[in-house]
């Protein structure tokens, strides 16, 4: 998921369920080491307890305001669908039929879910339409043909979450620092979830380093944005790190 999406909340899940990777722009590829080898180990880690492995893959969007979707894909929220079908299909090449890999949007305004079958339906979960259990049930059936009745069991919980969510935000409504980026915290690293606030915390996870000088540096520019544009104050600045530094000079003698 994108480091300012906080899937537990809108499925009303308890912290620690899921096991969730977060980025800044939700960006990820199987190819990058670091997060291959979690990947992996989380795998076999299930194989050998006989359990099932589902890999839900998010991206997010606005449909009322496009500038506040997401970002990391310039707001574009096809690409974004199509950056989490590109690791949905990796996962299906590298794991087969080991994990099922499904992907489902955020649509920001109201949280609701939008949830991608595996023969190319798009189905918005709505408070109005699906009622019951049995609803649920049998919607992620005709979605996910191919997963097991545990599975379906399983995710039924986080569509009926979604759905009562759902019915708390949206007669009150957002207010527009929980719609807008107003993120003033950066944060380099994995699990991270104790520092998790919505429009607070920006998470860059550390899957890859070939690519984390630009997310730091992209990061870092719309904090500075946000402070230029008055959304957050920035009279003061805090910098926390846990990193072994060095002089370039000294590691070269």
């Known amino acids: 998921m994108d480091g300012r999406s906080y899937f537990e909340d809108i499925v009303q899940m308890m912290k620690g ?69 590109r690791l949905q299909a990796q996962y299906l090449r590298v794991f087969g039929s080991v994990v099922l890999p499904i992907v489902w949007g955020i649509e920001t305004d109201t949280d609701a879910l939008v949830l991608h079958g595996s023969r190319g339906e798009r189905v918005k979960v709505d408070p109005k339409i699906f009622l019951t259990t049995e609803d649920v049930y049998s919607l992620l059936t005709q979605l996910y043909p191919t997963a097991s009745k545990t599975v379906i069991a399983d995710l039924v919980p986080l569509i009926e979450g979604n759905l009562r969510h759902q019915k708390d935000v949206i007669p009150q409504g957002k207010i527009c620092s929980e719609l807008d980026h107003t993120e003033e915290i950066i944060a380099i690293g994995w699990r991270l979830d104790a520092l998790a606030q919505r429009n607070k915390v920006l998470t860059i996870g550390p899957f890859d380093p070939y690519t984390l000088e630009n997310a730091i540096a992209t990061a870092a ?20 790190t846990s990193f072994p530094f060095w002089d370039e000079k000294e590691k070269l003698k």
Not at 221 to 240: A, C, Y
């Open 221 to 240: 520019q719309l904090v500075v944005s946000n402070i230029k544009d008055g959304r957050i104050p920035g009279d003061e600045v805090l910098l926390m």
């Open 17 to 85: 369920i899921l096991y969730p990777f977060r980025n800044i722009g939700g960006k990820f590829d199987l190819s990058w080491l670091y997060f291959q080898t979690m990947v992996l180990r989380l795998v076999d880690y299930a194989i050998n307890l006989g359990r099932n492995i589902v890999a839900i893959i998010t991206y997010h969007y606005s449909e009322v305001v496009p500038l506040r979707g997401c970002k990391g894909f310039d707001f574009d929220k096809e690409e974004a669908i199509s950056a989490a079908m």
